[in-house]
């Protein structure tokens, strides 16, 4: 029996992921499949950019472990899982499905959860918001050249890393984070969210889209951005009783952030761990 197989699955009421780019030769398939293989969920959402079409128009790239995911998630949805898939701007053909199913998998535009604690989310990809980003260059995700050698380092020096029996790393992350510019970006992608979650009238939002897993309340609004399978490896996961995390998924996995998002009056906390989280029981 593989690792998987002898694995307890940890159940949830709810798992977010997006941003996949199945095709583009830098999504951490493997990882995502691990991830996949030791959860659960009522509900599987699929926040857009699951598979990368831009990619694939300039290069096909397609190895086994990017079939084995899809694989993965159409067994899921046969098992009795609710799959909703919210297309992405890299996936964009499937919004021309919007509101039929296929396969099983549900397709919309956007889609309203609400938690175990009676809390309403939006849930869209996030591409609306591009206007709102005056870089909006340094948040796209195919096609720039420069979010592509942050790649290229990340990709190598992982793989250096990995030779001395280090855990993956994003460097990507490190460098944007310390980039001006794509610091604005970013803070003015999350105003544009947040605004848009009051103008539904919702408790919060969960999106994805620029690859910068983050969970905070800004303005009694919870944003929460569930981060990409390129970089970050993470997914946003809910609670029995309705607290929202914010997963890391590679070597070592442990929670990035939580919100308890019950009562949303209470001072809002960050928690991060290095402390392994025992998705095995």
Not at 4 to 12: A, I
Not at 77 to 91: K, Q
Not at 187 to 193: H, L, P, Q, T, Y
Not at 247 to 257: E, G, Y
Request: glycine fraction near 4%; proline fraction near 2%; charged fraction near 25%.
């Amino acid at each position: 029996m593989t690792n998987n197989q002898l694995r307890k699955k940890q159940h949830y009421p709810a798992i977010w992921i997006s941003d996949v780019h199945l095709g583009y030769k830098d999504c951490k398939a493997d990882y995502l499949l691990d991830f996949l293989n030791s959860v659960e969920s009522d509900t599987l959402y699929l926040v857009g950019d699951i598979i990368d079409l831009w990619s694939m128009k300039r290069q096909f790239y397609w190895p086994p472990s990017h079939y084995e995911v899809l694989n993965c998630i159409q067994t899921k949805a046969a098992s009795g899982t609710r799959v909703i898939y919210i297309p992405g701007n890299h996936d964009e053909a499937f919004r021309n499905y919007i509101n039929q199913t296929l396969f099983g998998v549900e397709i919309h535009q956007q889609f309203i959860h609400t938690t175990k604690a009676n809390k309403r989310f939006l849930l869209i990809h996030g591409d609306d918001f591009d206007s709102a980003t005056r870089y909006n260059k340094l948040v796209s995700i195919a096609g720039d050249a420069g979010y592509d050698f942050l790649l290229f380092l990340n990709r190598w020096t992982n793989r250096i890393r990995k030779i001395f029996g280090g855990n993956y790393y994003s460097l990507a992350s490190w460098i944007k984070a310390r980039v001006h510019k794509a610091r604005e970006a970013i803070s003015a992608f999350e105003d544009a969210a947040v605004h848009e979650a009051k103008k539904q009238n919702v408790d919060g939002i969960i999106c994805g889209h620029i690859h910068h897993p983050k969970i905070k309340v800004d303005d009694d609004i919870i944003y929460c951005n569930d981060g990409d399978w390129i970089e970050s490896c993470t997914a946003l996961v809910e609670q029995q009783d309705g607290k929202i995390e914010l997963l890391h998924w590679s070597d070592t996995q442990f929670i990035l952030d939580s919100a308890d998002i019950a009562i949303l009056n209470t001072p809002f906390n960050t928690t991060t761990s290095t402390k392994p989280k025992k998705s095995a029981a």
